[in-house]
């Protein structure tokens, strides 16, 4: 697609429950970023894959978040037994590698809005 | 941990007035990464800073780092309604060029 693709949009789910938010990247960008934001901050960072390797998840908050990207094109970032906290706007960014290594210069979506009850 | 605060936190102007949105990093910087984003929409890459006393422009907004690298400036010209919204400067962490450090956002209104 022309841009990077988050659903859904916004989702409102109740405590306990388990949600999937999918994103779809830029056609042929290798690395692919989630992020959480939190109303009135920057996003912060969760984790990132360049094709499916996932490089680095030292920012998921805890063991019920979970991210994967098994073909190295959609990825999805599952969130077990939602809690109140993790309301939030979860975005996703895609990139080119640049001399073969990743750069900031990141193409986000609009995000998925997750509200948990 | 590397942190970035952002000065003013909101700005309202007036068009046609000039601005300047700084950030400040707790530690040097490997680079340093502009983002505007508008209500409902993702962020949009502004520019990207890597060298000491670096200075970029693009249309009428200019973005220096300083020799140090510790700390960014964000100057528009002429400020128009178009240029509302959240800036949110951020910085890599370590030699991951998009894992970033985001300062908290400036929120900046023109009114016309």
């Known amino acids: 697609g022309a841009g990077v693709s988050q659903s859904p949009r916004y989702k409102v789910t109740k405590r306990g429950q388990d949600v999937a938010l999918r994103c779809d990247p830029i056609?042929?960008?290798?690395?692919l970023y989630w992020y959480r934001q939190a109303l009135g901050q920057g996003p912060e960072f969760l984790t990132y894959f360049n094709y499916e390797a996932q490089q680095d998840k030292s920012g998921l908050p805890n063991d019920r978040f979970s991210a994967e990207r098994p073909e190295g094109s959609i990825s999805t970032l599952t969130i077990q037994r939602t809690e109140q906290r993790d309301s939030a706007m979860y975005r996703c960014?895609?990139?080119?590698?640049?001399?073969?290594?990743?750069?900031?210069?990141?193409?986000f979506g609009e995000g998925s809005r997750l509200t948990v009850l | 941990s590397q942190e970035l605060e952002q000065s003013p936190q909101s700005l309202i102007v007036q068009e046609g007035k000039n601005l300047t949105i700084n950030c400040t990093s707790s530690?040097?910087?490997?680079?340093l990464y502009w983002y505007k984003q508008k209500y409902g929409e993702g962020l949009i890459f502004l520019m990207m800073?890597?060298?000491?006393?670096e200075e970029k422009s693009h249309e009428k907004i200019t973005a220096k780092l300083d020799e140090k690298k510790q700390q960014s400036s964000l100057h528009i010209t002429a400020s128009q309604p178009s240029h509302a919204g959240i800036y949110l400067c951020?910085?890599?962490?370590?030699?991951?060029?998009?894992?970033?450090?985001f300062g908290q956002g400036t929120e900046l209104s023109v009114k016309p």
């Open positions: 960014a895609s990139s080119l590698l640049s001399g073969g290594r990743n750069t900031g210069e990141l193409f």
């Open positions: 951020g910085g890599p962490t370590g030699n991951q060029g998009g894992k970033l450090i």
């Open positions: 800073l890597q060298k000491g006393g």
């Open positions: 056609s042929g960008h290798v690395s």
């Open positions: 530690k040097t910087l490997y680079g």
